[in-house]
């Protein structure tokens, strides 16, 4: 605490000066330094009488100035306090003490009191040596660290400056603990400024500061609790260099094993995305299971920052760029098995804390949704028309949806089903979310020039058979994507549309030539998800009769529903199903197309000509079998023409 504002209020706090004459001291030190002479806030203080040399070595210790800084064994040795004989017992004792400080053992071994102790490492470190009875705490500073880290490591904060620094003072038994301080200062984010005390007077010190302050810590060991695994087993990737810092000390330790456990419960719990969302008072926790947000446990407000930059660290993020979205990823082992998390962070906006960070995981586990295509709740009719599309030698199978309906996993699905080794797959993706063995994936990369349509060009140079493409988001993607499909090549993508017969109208507005168009698609799949029923509370339910006239459903068709029990948590769903449709064109969908017709009449015509199952069919078929509910049906679906 070299600072002499910081110096100054430390004095105010222990009632030595008042403001009045701690600004008097100030100007005195700044005037005499204009005309080249420094003097010390203690030197000012003495000198004008407002207080006694006295005092202040009764406060603030022994405050001698080392000009060199030596080893505290040394130090005890030059100046007499120990012998050559009591510091070398000292040092071979420290060697079997388990990491205690050689300070510590020669107070252990009565070769030095700790009043004398703690003058010399304020001697060493210019750190003032304070009484902490004598000193007024802040009234929330215990929530800048937490007890149990305050115990573990025998440091206490105190109280925050008031002057622009705005420093944290943390009173430390050790101040030779550089690490510790470093710690300290990440985890609270601003100036921390250390004086030092006793053992003894910390211990009072936290007693009284945390007392009453328990539930904050109660409903974090709520959040924590039921994890046996301390730390987040990570799994490199590349070259295996990780810039993250070790925590060891208490309270990083419990930073680690909440960012374990919500990875971990959320994984367990079958979660797609883990939500965390910073507000005024606490982190907000959310998982989206089945495809709906469920709030977890809060995580305190005072671990808020340190749980963020945890996860930062993890994904390989910039932590100190905090003005704009970012993205990572990072793999864990779970039960055995790798976990893939890609992670995006996004800047927002709080009233009180300014600028904080939202970051949402998403869960890419590739032990989960790898289901055949003969498992993954197709029509008879529907699944053999398109086994007989991926299996064509030509041309292109779309799969459409919005975001989360599940139209990766069903091009993962159709790639299994095709896998042979006479045969040369080849994925461009943005990102890769599941390695296929066999299969030969590129992760798109914008920035260094590989898009879509440079990875098409360099595909057709590699002799596929197959080139899965993520998405056809753009003209020049989609033109060499259909020249691809002309030329021989079988091609899978994904499109944004809300039905099969929209892929059509969306493709033209791309600026693509109808003719190619209806040539190269050879199915459009349109695809939802529902949320399914819990097959052990699933019950008949009653449909009104309002709703069977709307949708012409007759009286004997049956519908259910899930009660709700413990094993769907009340919730009368368990998991999700998909309901399909499949556009194949044939000769009358094809004029439609090359005239330019509306998707509406499109759909029209393929469910008058190809007999076309439509999403609403299909999911009232689905809602009939008990899979899933006739209000998750019709929510997912359009209605039809």
Known sequence: MKDSSSLGQLLVRVNLIDEDQLRYAEDEIKFWA????????????????????????DILGVQMQSVTKKRIGEMLLDQGFITQDQLNEALEKQKTSGGKRLGRVLVDLKFIDEKKLTDILCCQFEVPYVKLDTIKLDEKVYEFIPEDQCKANKIVPLYVTKDARQALVVAMADPTNVRLRDSIKFKVKRNVDVVMASEQDIKKTIDTLFAGHGPAEESLAELIGGSGEDELETVERGNGNSDEPELTDEEGRQVVKIV????????????????????????????????????????????????????????????????????????VRYKGSEVDLRVSSFPISLRKRGVC?????????????????????????VLKQFIDAINAPNGIVLVTGPTGSGKSTTLYASIREILDSTINISTMEDPVELNIDGVNQGQINNAAGFTFAAGIRALLRQDPDVIMIGEMRDQETSTMAIEAALTGHLVFSTLHTNDAAGAFPRLLEMGLEPFLVSTAIKGVLAQRLVRRICKNCKEPVEISQELRDELHLSPDMQFYHGRGCEKCDGSGFKGRCGIYEFLVPNEAVRNLVIKRASGDEIKREAIKSCEMITLRMDGINKALQGQTTLEQAIGASTADE
């Open 357 to 381: 960070e939202k970051i949402v995981m998403r869960i890419l586990d590739p032990n989960s949704g790898q289901f055949p295509l003969k498992e993954m709740g197709f029509d008879a009719r």
């Open 34 to 57: 204009q005309k080249g002479k420094k003097l010390t806030l203690a030197q000012v203080l003495v000198k004008a009488n407002m207080v006694k040399q006295e005092a202040l070595t």
């Open 260 to 331: 374990t456990t919500l990875i971990h419960e959320a994984i367990a719990r079958h979660a797609s995305d883990i939500h965390l969302e910073p507000q005024e008072t606490f982190l907000k926790l959310r998982y989206r299971i089945d495809g709906d947000l469920q709030v977890m446990s809060p995580i305190p407000a005072r671990l808020m920052p340190q749980i963020l930059s945890r996860i930062k660290l993890l994904s390989k993020m910039d932590i100190a760029e905090k003005r704009k979205p970012l993205d990572g990823r990072f793999t």
